[in-house]
Nanobody, 123 residues
Framework: QVQLVESGGGLVQAGDSLRLSCAAS????????MGWFRQAPGKEREFVST????????YYADSAEGRFTISRDNAKNTVYLQMNSLKPEDTAVYFC????????????????WGQGTQVTVSS
């Protein structure tokens, strides 16, 4: 069992930056690939980024490429999402998720989820 707690969301203006954190507790953090997903009102949950167990592999949605950076610190059991040049269309609840084994874009492949943190970007 893995418990995930996100933090770092908030209300910002377009062009600003935020760094989301996701703290994990429970079983060995380094066993899990980690992902960030988001869900805007009235829309389905969508993939944002994922990182491999040791951090050597990172992947991004087209909407995040070049603006967001995922990273992890296995010593601190934490995964981060640095978001720069935020846009109003980035407004959503952001969730972190964990899965054993390889990274994946598919939310259904993830076993553990946090409660989410709200990111609101005003124009």
């Amino acid at each position: 069992q893995v418990q995930l707690v996100e933090s770092g969301g908030g209300l910002v203006q377009a062009g600003d930056s935020l760094r989301l954190s996701c703290a994990a507790s429970g079983r060995t953090f380094s066993r899990y690939s980690m992902g960030w997903f988001r869900q805007a009102p009235g829309k389905e949950r969508e993939f944002v980024s994922t990182i491999s167990r040791q951090g050597g592999g990172t992947y991004y949605a087209d909407s995040a490429e070049g603006r967001f950076t995922i990273s992890r610190d296995n010593a601190k059991n934490t995964v981060y999402l640095q978001m720069n040049s935020l846009k109003p269309e980035d407004t959503a609840v952001y969730f972190c998720a964990a899965k054993e084994g390889y990274t994946d874009y598919d939310a259904l492949k993830y076993d553990y989820w946090g409660q989410g943190t709200q990111v609101t970007v005003s124009s």
